[in-house]
């Protein structure tokens, strides 16, 4: 059974900075892509970065040079590096996972971000 954990979330003040980690279990066969979303109360959620499995990132515009997008390919493990963060980057943030079996997430981590 796929299982996928977040952590590393909290409030912190705009400036700031938070690393949120994913960890996955349960994944059998390779990796497509390991990637963060994020949901902000009252609106949809959408993609903030995506790492596929040669190491090829992409982001959302409005976390290009704030946020980093990393994965350890061995423990299945992804990370989101968040600097500068922006009271409006506050959103319940989500892991995926996609590989042959299907696409996979996990419960979420909240981020808060304010004075």
């Known amino acids: 059974q796929v299982q996928l954990v977040e952590s590393g979330g909290g409030l912190v003040q705009p400036g700031g900075s938070l690393r949120l980690s994913c960890a996955a279990s349960?994944?059998?066969?390779?990796?497509?892509?390991m990637a963060w979303y994020r949901q902000a109360p009252g609106k949809q959620r959408g993609l903030v970065a995506i790492i596929d499995r040669h190491g090829v990132t992409n982001y959302v515009d409005s976390v290009k040079g704030r946020f980093t997008i990393s994965r350890n390919y061995t423990k299945n493990m992804a990370y989101l590096q968040m600097n500068s963060l922006r009271p409006e980057d506050t959103a319940v943030y989500y892991c995926q996972v996609i590989n042959l079996g299907g696409m996979y997430w996990g419960q979420g981590t909240q981020v808060t971000v304010s004075s």
């Open positions: 349960g994944i059998i066969g390779s990796v497509y892509s």
